[in-house]
């Protein structure tokens, strides 16, 4: 097929079903991003309304709350989790640090509600098994916004028309200063490994390359080898302030991802296959402009605009109103609680392939 035939003009979200309705979601966690990100991008979707604030006081919640004019009510983990104002909301956004996602999952099932639970879905591989099988009464979705971004699946769908042939490799990358990031927080939760999990880059960062790979490609890893450092004093709990693995995925291609913590900020996602090749850059960092680019093996070129991105805005609107479609028609949603199983046991298996140096099966 002719590199043209693979530019096709505008088209409507692939998942659509919702013509009206709103979602009204509480949000678990008021950290910076759950304010300069998610609040916002709920703000600008089509079926969503936050109407719920819960952080650890008072008067952090009802600070949030000031800027929401949909806001209803400003309570504390504890009330949440006592079932205070479960009438006013009717899904959940968690967005606390990784350790703590699940006796706030635990809390939102409890109380018959949906669950959109930020990515890593927890600190470790056992305790992201225990949230989904706490949430398995309850429509659980884990954050990967990459899935809803519409570049990412514009790739998707370009490697499934056979735009590149087979696939054989991915190469990803993302880095952030994120001392630069965080400076007004000295006591940064993903240095911490009672809170982060294994670790600070492949679990923050890593994860996005990684599973980014798997839905483009529909295939999970079996096998991965990894190499790790840590240098600066602020890394000193964590191994991973610079981290390389490879992944060797169910379908024969292989990923080699790049990501740290402490470099410059960059993100690239390319898929080589036997008759092309496909680059998305700057992904991953949630900033525009982002190009994907289709080169092919007659020698052409094209960047590739159906015009989704311009229509629909960003991943995180995206993200809230694919959940919101999907909770309230009542479909499956994906990325599912088992989907993000499967990337927690890949994690476990990174950082334990570099801690021992040998390659690593994904149980």
Known sequence: MAIDDYLNDARARDWAG??????????????????????????????????????????????????????????TYDEFVDGEATDDYDAVYICTPNAKHLPYAEAAADHDKAILCEKPMEATADRAAELVSAAEDVPLMVAYRMQTDPDVRRMRELVR???????????????????DVVADDPDQWRLDPDL??????????G???????????????????ARMRSEA???????DQHASFTVEFDDGTYATCTASQ?????????????DGELTLESVFLGETPQTLTLRTADGRSAEVDDGRRDIYGDEMTEEFDYFADHVLRGEPL???????LVDMRALAAIYEAAETGEDVSVE
Request: glycine content about 10%; charged content about 15%; some cysteine.
């Open 196 to 205: 982060a999990g294994y670790g600070a880059t492949v679990m923050d960062l």
């Open 161 to 179: 028309e056979g735009a590149i042939g087979d696939p054989v490799f991915v190469h990803g990358h993302m880095s952030q200063q994120m001392l």
């Open 207 to 225: 994860i996005y390359p990684l599973n980014t790979a798997r839905f483009v490609l529909d295939a999970d890893p079996v096998s991965v080898n």
């Open 233 to 239: 004093q602020a890394f000193r709990d964590v191994p």
């Open 18 to 75: 919702l013509e009206s309705g709103t979602l009204r979601v509480a949000m678990v966690g008021l950290g910076w991003w759950t304010r300069e990100q998610a609040i916002p991008a709920v703000e600008a979707s089509d079926f969503c309304e936050t109407t719920v604030l819960v952080s650890s006081s008072h008067d952090s919640a009802e600070d949030a709350a000031a800027g929401v004019e949909t806001a209803e009510a400003a309570i």
């Open 262 to 274: 402490n470099a410059y900020l960059a993100g690239h996602l390319r898929v080589v296959g036997t």
């Open 334 to 340: 994906g990325p599912d609680g088992e989907h993000g």
